[in-house]
């Protein structure tokens, strides 16, 4: 008994050592546990001549769900979301270029109809013809666009407070846009506690460490997430696809967040009035993410819609 508890003490020992010195070590231990718990496993790709790195899991039969991330995410943003999934279809979620392990070359095109063709060409390169598409924010604007240029390819569309359309009201983000400000630019520790604040309604619990690991890779990636993010700015303020929102013709579900302060939720009445016979979900509880602040309820819509899109 001795020796066990010593055994433990020593074990304890070193992780709050590994935590304090090397905390990318138990970060990155921790989104491996969570991608096993989600039966999801790394895979890459070669597409365009850059490796898209991607999580890939859960039942191989019939169109697979293809998962968007927003930015300043990545792959793993997923993670929480996609246990309620895996048990029934096949989950698929890629880092974007300028994200996660994906290539972040600055001179890269990222404006979002660049994207969505990027994207196709991922499905391309992993041989899948059709699929049911979902995105967050930057992503949600991804797939919208992919929706408009290449509808053969889905069977199903969901978006995710997604950006690209404009509303009636003013979102707190709008708002530093106009004044020239990123408010998600990450340069100190409480910016990263800022951020966290600005894209949740009650932002879970992270310990300091990991935040740093955060704060780490932005700063690292700090010019093309500058480029990307005024790209997308750019773009999305403007609305830039209200006014295509009729050409989208294939099956839409659109979940929002009512305390979003990233994108008004005055845009699911746009998206309403657009897309024919969409379907809309407001969380009371939820800010900018719902897959991760409300997984299970946002998962039965969603698979919902699949259900009735499958072929």
């Not at 055994?7 to 010195?21: D, P, Q």
């Not at 300043?72 to 279809?89: E, Q, S």
């Not at 340069?187 to 460490?209: I, S, W």
Request: hydrophobic letters at 45%; a neutral charge.
């Amino acid at each position: 008994m001795k020796f066990i508890l010593a055994l433990l003490a020593v074990s304890l020992a070193g992780l709050v050592a590994l935590y304090a010195l090397r905390p990318r070590v138990l970060f990155d231990a921790v989104k491996a546990s969570l991608r096993r718990r989600a039966s999801l496993s790394r895979k890459s790709v070669r597409v365009g001549g850059i490796t898209w790195p991607y999580l890939d899991g859960g039942k191989a039969a019939g169109e697979p769900i293809v998962l968007v991330h927003g930015f300043g995410g990545d792959k793993d943003n997923w993670t929480l979301y996609a246990p309620f999934l895996t048990p029934h279809h096949r989950v698929i979620c890629p880092d974007l270029p300028g994200f996660g392990e994906n290539d972040h070359s600055v001179d890269r095109d990222y404006r979002m109809q660049a994207q969505a063709r990027g994207l196709c060409e991922f499905l391309d390169a992993l041989g899948i013809a059709r699929c049911h598409l979902a995105g967050n924010s930057m992503g949600g604007f991804i797939a919208l666009q992919f929706a408009l240029d290449f509808p053969e390819r889905l069977a199903s569309l969901t978006l995710l407070d997604n950006a690209g359309v404009a509303g009636t009201g003013i979102s707190d983000l709008q708002r530093s846009i106009k004044q020239g400000s990123n408010p998600l630019e990450l340069k100190t520790m409480a910016d990263v506690d800022r951020m966290l604040a600005f894209v949740y309604r009650k932002p879970p619990f992270m310990p300091r460490q990991f935040k740093r690991v955060m704060l780490d890779d932005a700063l690292a990636n700090a010019q093309v997430l500058e480029k990307v993010f005024w790209t997308l700015a750019k773009e999305g303020i403007a609305g830039a696809l209200n006014a295509r929102l009729g050409e989208v013709q294939v099956p839409t579900l659109v979940v929002w967040g009512r305390h979003d302060q990233l994108i008004d939720v005055s845009v699911v009445d746009e998206l309403q009035r657009g897309i024919a016979n969409s379907v809309a979900v407001i969380f009371e509880h939820v800010g900018h993410v719902p897959m991760l602040e409300a997984p299970q309820e946002t998962a039965t819509h969603h698979l919902a819609l699949v259900a009735r899109t499958s072929g």
